[in-house]
């Protein structure tokens, strides 16, 4: 599968419609970002089943000041609607992979449990 690009429009749908999405917000002119951007199409070909997602944060700057982006580029991973990683800087092919694997083996009950304590105590 091929990276796809996000706008403000399907971001949120894309994230609750699969189990696991990585996004790489991004920028044309930011050279980390372009050499970044091989590593994230090739990890994308390898791992069909995770949505790889591109987020143009000059094009999408509305949706980059949503998602907090001080920095680019800058991964985010999402599991089962839950963000689980965010962390600006370019990865190594297999910085990319062990990531892949740690979401992969997140235990989500428990997470989906400690998110809605977090949402009750907040609410408290």
Known sequence: MTTKNLTMADFESTVLGN???LVDFWASWCGPCRAFGPVFEKSSQAHPEIVHAKVDTEAEQQLA????I???PTIMAFR???LVYSQP???PAQALEDL????EALDMAE???RVAEQRAASRS
Do not use: F, P, Q
């Open 19 to 21: 189990d696991i999405v």
């Open 65 to 68: 000041a949503t998602a907090n």
């Open 70 to 72: 001080r920095s680019i």
């Open 80 to 82: 089962e609607g839950v």
């Open 89 to 91: 800087g370019a990865l």
């Open 100 to 103: 892949i694997t740690r979401i």
């Open 111 to 113: 997470i989906h449990n």
